[in-house]
């Protein structure tokens, strides 16, 4: 189930893309299922090619939120100009200050956070949690997901990486809601 329709050109195109996303994961993991390993692998820091393609998954729908989230502050700029952004904390920062609309008070926010999390311990430490991660918390941060860490890794399941899914279809739908997001794209 989708969430409700977007108001926003720039939205419809991100919630495509996660779905087209999420579907192009099951249909590989379909014929992953289906085929019989020729070759001798080996599981690595991220485990076996199953393994590996939730993870690839995960990555790519996280940064698809993050680059909708950008798009979508350019777009409420408009012609204005101001500092770029440099990184997630100034998209945020920038969202609030210039536009009234903070990230953290849409209801999905907590969840998304926690992806991102994930998505840090498998880009930063290919799954296992960096030192800095462990002394802020991350593993307890993330138990909101019911994504597994074993032995300092995280564990991306079909389950978790079906919760990732909705989690940020749902953040995206939520922030295109946000009423001055709407008032500010639509104007009268």
Avoid at 35 to 52: E, F, I, L, N, Y
Avoid at 62 to 91: F, H, M, P
Avoid at 108 to 136: M, P
Wanted: with cysteine; net charge positive; hydrophobic share 40%.
């Amino acid at each position: 189930m989708t969430p409700d329709p977007a108001r926003l050109e720039l939205t419809e195109d991100a919630l495509a893309q996660l779905i087209t996303t999420y579907a192009q994961h099951h249909a590989a993991a379909a014929g992953q299922d289906r085929r019989r390993q020729r070759h001798r692998t080996t599981t690595g820091p991220m485990g076996d090619a199953a393994s590996v393609e939730r993870t690839a998954c995960w990555l790519r729908m996280v940064s698809i939120v993050e680059i909708y989230v950008e798009a979508l502050l350019k777009q409420l700029d408009g012609e204005r100009t101001g500092r770029a952004a440099r990184g997630w904390a100034d998209v945020a920062a920038a969202l609030k200050q210039r536009h009234d609309i903070d990230l953290h008070a849409i209801a999905s926010w907590d969840k998304l956070d926690a992806c991102f999390l994930v998505r840090n311990a498998v880009a930063h430490g290919l799954g296992r949690f960096t030192a800095k991660q462990i002394e802020t918390a991350v593993p307890r941060k993330i138990r909101i997901l019911g994504v597994p860490v074993r032995d300092g890794m995280v564990v991306i399941t079909a389950e978790s990486l079906d919760g990732c899914s909705r989690v940020c279809q749902h953040f995206v739908a939520d922030l295109d809601g946000h009423p001055r997001a709407v008032i500010q794209s639509h104007p009268r």
